[in-house]
Every structure is written in structure tokens, then in C-alpha cells.
């Protein structure tokens, strides 16, 4: 008889949107801090599609990029996401997104 196997569970990862323009710095160094925790997001780049400024106007009620969101909860920019990290509650919003 084979013992039964246990096959690991692959861990879920959050939804992650952002909406910036590639020229702004704010924006590099939110994508920067993003990157340094291997995850994986969607950019919406209001240049590009001029028409997504008006969404993000709408869910954010903010006028500047980036503006971010972690499962559908408003982070805000780049400055509240760092304050986030600083204070080592960016990993929790992350880890109760995942689930």
C-alpha cells in the first residue's frame, strides 16, 4: 500500500493594482518597493489610457499617481505605502489579501 501524499499548497498572492505614469518618480519608487518583495501587480497607466484617471479619481478620491490597491483596499501613494513598510504592516495587508 502507498502512503498518501501531501502536495503543498501553492500560496495565493494578492491583487495588486496600480495607477501611475512611468515618468513619475513617486511611481518608480513604489514599483521599486513592490519589487524588492517579489510580487507581481497591475500597472494601469493613466498616460496610456487617459480615460483609467477618471477611475482612479473615482476610487481613490485622489488626483495624483500612484495611487495603489491591495485586494481592493485603498493603500494610497507611494508616501502611505512606505509608512506601511516602515511601521511593518505592509507584509500583514499583504498576507490578508492572500487569503
Not at 501531501?6 to 498572492?13: A, C, D, E, K, R
Not at 511611481?27 to 501587480?41: F, H, P, T
Not at 500612484?66 to 511593518?88: K, N, W
Amino acid at each position: 500500500m502507498v502512503a498518501p501524499t501531501t502536495l503543498g499548497t501553492i500560496p495565493s498572492v494578492p491583487v495588486i493594482e496600480m495607477y501611475l505614469r512611468h515618468t513619475c518618480p513617486y511611481c518608480v519608487m513604489a514599483i521599486r518597493l513592490l519589487s524588492s518583495k517579489v510580487l507581481e501587480w497591475t500597472e494601469i497607466d493613466i498616460d496610456a489610457e487617459p480615460q483609467r484617471r477618471q477611475e482612479m479619481i473615482d476610487r481613490s478620491g485622489r488626483y495624483t499617481v500612484p495611487q495603489i490597491f491591495v485586494g481592493g483596499t485603498h493603500v494610497g501613494g507611494f508616501d502611505d505605502l512606505y509608512a506601511l513598510e516602515s511601521a511593518g504592516r505592509l507584509d500583514r495587508l499583504l498576507a490578508d489579501a492572500s487569503s
